[in-house]
């Protein structure tokens, strides 16, 4: 390993994305290989990704020499052209591309930078529908409580963003309007399901009513949410929450920014339910983090209306970018990925319930490699699990070689798509032995 690497800490000049400075000046690590499922650092250090690049874009693994291939291979044929006025052929193909694959109904797309940007060309794109059939009165976006979406623009300040990362940015945007998410586990209308008739989509009448049906735009969601661990709700969810945007006239942006690309057991999280959005945002498994892009769909009836969409950025529809992103799709599918996602995600669900006798464990759940453990003080009441016991069991993990981290008051874990079962066995095995460790420690096991 590259001996001249060191840990960046105070003395560094670079600034890191939401990194506390206790943690710098402690020293933050630099990860210098990826190989499979692996990554490695500085000091030669090599760790299992349970969480796909940390961000958890990695689908196809590290070190994937035909996705390098294909970047080079455009930048010596294009590297850039403006989006504006111009096309260009790696754009154009992915266009066509993710019309076969995205849910039907999606046909026409626009390429960003990445998720956030995604999500804020969204936005844009509901609003100018609106705009272009007369209806300009609709500024509002409703979204949920405890949901993430990005942290540009008008999406970090009217989106139902997490607090420490929203709070900064306040006051929030007009317009911004949120029900509560969906979350069985600690129900935030403290319902049972089913008896509880669905109260948090049915929420959303509540919500336009009161804000003016003809003030609003859009509603935006993930189809299983990251918020509190990969959360998928009832079946009945999405479906409900469509028939409200029909009956009021509300576009439904579906965010499959993690999900997208196999990252549940099928391509897109949308297939899990019986609902069709009019929009959907894409990115991170788009080109497997190997460089950034971001993606916009939406169905013909949201374009036909607009005439110009008053939206332009330098790399925009990158070719690059594009490139990569079709070679990455090619490996999906050649490789059989998103049928992986789906054995090996039954597979560590198996595994992680092996762990549901540990007192602190409340509940296991999971859809394809998508999955989380969600803990608690008391399997009862449910009460919460704090914070600096989930991080000291990230921190033992780390030890033991696997790098996971936190949502809400869960693990989650979304490595891959190509990990294997001796691997998963592994992983298993370390957050066994962790989760013994924390709980001694705790005293909630001898
Ligand atoms: C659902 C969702 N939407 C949007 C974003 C923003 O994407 P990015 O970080 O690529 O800007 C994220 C990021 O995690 C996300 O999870």
């Not at 060309?121 to 300009?136: E, F, I, P, S, V």
Request: charged fraction near 25%; proline fraction near 5%; include cysteine.
């Amino acid at each position: 390993m590259a001996k001249s690497v060191k840990k960046v800490d105070k003395t560094s000049h670079l600034m890191l994305h939401r990194t506390g400075r206790k943690d710098v000046h402690k020293g933050i690590d630099v990860i210098v290989k990826g190989e499979g499922v692996r990554v490695f650092d500085q000091d030669g250090n090599s760790y299992i990704d349970l969480e796909a690049g940390g961000t958890r874009p990695v689908h196809v693994g590290y070190g994937r020499k035909e996705l390098a291939q294909a970047g080079y291979d455009q930048m010596c044929q294009m590297a850039y052209f403006t989006p504006m006025g111009f096309a260009n052929v790696p754009a154009v193909k992915l266009a066509d591309r993710l019309a076969e694959i995205t849910p039907a109904g999606i046909e026409r797309f626009i390429f960003e930078c990445d998720g956030s940007e995604a999500v804020e060309t969204a936005m844009k794109l509901a609003k100018h529908y609106h705009y272009y059939r007369g209806d300009q009165g609709r500024f509002k976006i409703v979204s949920r409580r405890g949901a993430y979406h990005g942290v540009n623009g008008i999406g970090v300040r009217a989106l139902g963003i997490v607090m420490p990362m929203r709070q900064l940015m306040e006051p929030l945007a007009p317009g911004s309007a949120f029900i509560e998410s969906p979350y069985c586990y600690r129900c935030p209308h403290n319902l049972s399901y089913p008896a509880c008739d669905m109260a948090c989509a049915r929420e959303l009448s509540r919500i336009i009513e009161f804000e003016g049906p003809e003030q609003i735009s859009m509603f935006i969601g993930e189809p299983i949410q990251q918020g509190f661990g990969a959360y998928k709700p009832p079946a009945e969810y999405w479906p409900l929450i469509r028939e409200i945007c029909d009956q009021y006239g509300i576009l439904l942006v579906i965010d499959e920014v993690i999900c997208g690309f196999g990252r549940t057991g099928r391509m897109f999280a949308t297939e899990h339910f019986d609902v069709q959005p009019d929009i959907m945002t894409m990115a991170k498994g788009l080109t497997s983090g190997y460089v950034p892009l971001g993606a916009v769909g939406c169905s013909d009836q949201v374009l036909e209306p607009i005439e110009v969409l008053n939206h332009l950025h330098t790399y925009g529809n990158h070719p690059v970018a594009c490139a990569v992103g079709l070679r990455n799709l090619e490996i999906l599918e050649t490789e059989n990925l998103v049928e992986n996602s789906e054995k090996m995600g039954r597979y560590f669900l198996d595994g992680l319930k092996t762990l549901e006798h540990h007192p602190s464990v409340g509940e296991v759940r999971g859809t394809g490699l998508w999955l989380a453990i969600d803990f608690t003080i008391n399997k009862k009441s449910r009460a919460s699990f704090p914070l600096e016991n989930l991080m000291s069991i990230i921190s033992r993990a780390k030890q033991k070689g696997i790098l996971v981290k936190t949502m809400g008051m869960a693990l989650e874990f979304a490595p891959p798509l190509i990990i294997k079962k001796e691997e998963i066995d592994e992983a298993v095995l370390v957050l066994d032995a962790c989760i013994t460790e924390e709980e001694k420690a705790m005293g909630l096991s001898k």
